[in-house]
C-alpha cells in the first residue's frame, strides 16, 4: 500500500499508524502540479489482527518513512523514518538506522525542563519520474515555539538532508538549540564493560568539530555517572557532528544490532540571507547515564549566542551528511581510539593517577615527513 508504487515514482511513502507512545495523528497533505490536497491513508492498508478494527474509512497517521532504491535498482529500501516530537533519522547506502536529528531543541540543558514542539503537518511533494531528490515541507508546533521547515532529501553512499526553517519563539527559552543530534552511548574502549561480552555498545563514540580557523576537536563519548555538560565557544563553525568511528563488526561483535553500520551524522551550517544565527554560540554536548543501550543518552547542538525576541523570525539553515565507510575526518590525522587506565601494577594504585592513551592515523602521519609535536 505504500504512496507512489503504483506510479513507479522513484520515491515512496509508507506511515506509522498511530498508537502506544505516538498517538499524536499527523495532517499530511500532497503537493502536486502546483496543488495541495489532503494526503489520505486507509484504513485497510493496516492489519488490526485481533485489535478492534477503529471506525472510518482513513487511519490515524503518526509518521512516515521514505523508500528508495539505495542498494538494489529493485528493493525501495528506507532512506529517512520522521516519527515523533520533530525527530527524524536517515540512512546511506549500506548503512542501519542508528543516532537521530531533530527539528529543534528547547531547554535541553541540566537544571532545565526539557520542551519537546513536534512536527503536526507535513506538505510533501509528489516527485517527477526520474526525481533524484524528495521535497517536503513542515510546520513545527510547541508551547513556545513554533516553526516552518522545508526538507530536502538526496539518497546515497552518504544521505544528505538540507533543512531550512523559519522559528519563532512564543515566549522567552533557556536554550534554543538548533542542529540537533541525539544518540546512544554505552560503553567503548575508553569505557569497558567486563561483564558484556560485547567490546563495545554505541550508535556514536566522538562528537567532532571543526572551527572557522581550522581546528578539528574531537571529544570521546562517555557514560556518566550523573548529567555531564561540555561546551565549546565557537565563532562561525565549519561543522560538527556525532561520529561512529569504528566501521568493523570485531569492535562490536553484535550479530542483531550491528553498530557497525550505524551512520556518522555531520552538521554543516548553510547561509541564509539576511540571517547569521552561526555567527556566534556553542557546540553543546550533553551526556546522561545509561544503564542499557535502549536509552539514547547523548545530545549535541548549536546554541547562538543571542536570540531574538518572541515574535521575531529566526532564520536558519543546516545539512546533514549520514555517512558510513567515508566520514568527515580532519584533512592531516584523526583520532582513531582513546583508552583510560593503568598498565603494569606494582603495589598499591595511585587513584589519581592514570594513564591515557590516544590513536592517531591519518594521511599526514603516513606521509614520509617530519612530525612536530605540540607541547599541551
Known amino acids: ?96 538506522y542508528g543516532l537521530s536529528a531533530r527539528g529543534a531543541a528547547v531547554d535541553a540543558t541540566a537544571g532545565a525542563r526539557e520542551e519537546f514542539p513536534a512536527f503536526d503537518t507535513f506538505w510533501i511533494e509528489r516527485p517527477a519520474p526520474q526525481a533524484r531528490e524528495l521535497v517536503f515541507h513542515a510546520l513545527l508546533d510547541g508551547p513556545r515555539v513554533a516553526g516552518a521547515y522545508r526538507f530536502v532529501v538526496r539518497p546515497g553512499t552518504e544521505t ?17 538549540g538548533l542542529a540537533p543530534l541525539t544518540s546512544m552511548f554505552h560503553h567503548g574502549e575508553n569505557q569497558p564493560v567486563a561483564d558484556d561480552y560485547r567490546p563495545e555498545v554505541h550508535d556514536s563514540d566522538g562528537l567532532q568539530i571543526a572551527t572557522a ?26 561543522g560538527f557532528g556525532l561520529m561512529q ?24 551550517p548553510l547561509p541564509v540571507a539576511g540571517a547569521d544565527v552561526w555567527r556566534a554560540g556553542r557546540v553543546e554536548l550533553l ?10 543518552n547523548v545530545g549535541a547542538f548549536w546554541v547562538p549566542e543571542a536570540l531574538p525576541a518572541p515574535g521575531e523570525p529566526v532564520d536558519v539553515a543546516w545539512r546533514v551528511r549520514w555517512q558510513g565507510d567515508a566520514p568527515t575526518l580532519p584533512p592531516g590525522a584523526h583520532v582513531t581510539q582513546t583508552r583510560a587506565g593503568v598498565g603494569y601494577r606494582e603495589g598499591a594504585i595511585d587513584p589519581a593517577r592514570v594513564q591515557l592513551h590516544v590513536d592517531f592515523d591519518g594521511a599526514a602521519l603516513r606521509a614520509d615527513a617530519p612530525l612536530v609535536l605540540a607541547e599541551v
Open 245 to 268: 568511528r569504528d566501521r568493523a563488526f570485531a569492535r562490536y561483535e553484535d550479530l542483531e544490532a550491528r553498530y557497525e553500520r550505524r551512520p556518522s551524522a555531520w552538521v554543516e
Open 287 to 296: 551526556l546522561f547515564h545509561t544503564p542499557d543501550e535502549t536509552h539514547d
Open 1 to 96: 500500500h505504500a504512496r507512489w508504487r503504483d506510479a513507479a515514482l522513484p520515491f515512496e511513502l509508507q506511515f506509522f499508524h498511530a498508537g502506544r507512545g505516538h498517538s499524536r495523528a499527523l495532517r499530511l497533505y500532497e503537493v502536486h502540479d502546483g496543488r495541495v490536497q489532503p494526503l489520505r491513508v486507509a484504513r485497510d492498508a493496516f492489519d488490526y489482527g485481533a485489535l478492534p478494527r477503529p471506525a472510518g474509512d482513513d487511519a490515524e497517521v503518526a509518521g512516515f518513512r521514505v523508500h528508495h532504491a539505495l542498494n538494489r535498482a529493485d528493493v525501495m529500501d528506507e532512506v529517512i523514518a520522521l516519527l515523533g516530537a520533530s525527530y527524524f533519522r536517515a540512512v546511506g547506502a549500506g548503512q542501519q
Open 213 to 238: 580557523d581550522g581546528e578539528w576537536i574531537w571529544r570521546p563519548l562517555v557514560n556518566p555517572k550523573r548529567v555531564f555538560v561540555t561546551s565549546f565557544a565557537l565563532q562561525r563553525p565549519r
Open 160 to 176: 544528505v538532508v538540507d533543512v531550512r526553517a523559519r522559528l519563532y519563539l512564543r515566549a522567552p527559552v533557556a536554550m534554543l
